[in-house]
């Protein structure tokens, strides 16, 4: 198995808890913004929104061997074909909620995350 470098392009400081590397903030951060259109209420006040996102920032381009990690909703945002942008996969949490690691990273269409 290739050395991948792992650029975040996130926010927050990731630690994947399999191999217990910790990815720092790189300072360059992907953005999108999400609008929510309300499509129906049912008759027991139950709304259902459609929901969009606009990129609002670039990511970089595609380099050999790494791996550009971005938040789970940017994630959704983008075109498939870009196999080297992740998201965290399943979370863990301590006992306040907060988020103190990953398990693994997903890709696009990886529905089995959090």
Known sequence: ??????VNLTNHTI??????KVIPRSGIVFRVNTSKTLVS???????FFK??????????????DTIYIISA???NSIPNNRQDIVAPGNVQK????????????RLK???NAE
């Open 15 to 20: 630690t994947e808890l399999t191999s217990g």
């Open 109 to 111: 269409g990886d529905t």
């Open 94 to 105: 301590d006992e306040h909620g907060q988020v103190t690691g990953c398990w693994g990273f």
């Open 41 to 47: 209420t049912c008759e027991d006040g139950i709304q």
């Open 51 to 64: 929901m969009d996102s606009e990129i609002i920032s670039e990511l970089p381009p595609k380099k050999d």
């Open 1 to 6: 198995m290739k050395k991948n470098t792992y």
């Open 73 to 75: 909703l940017a994630l």
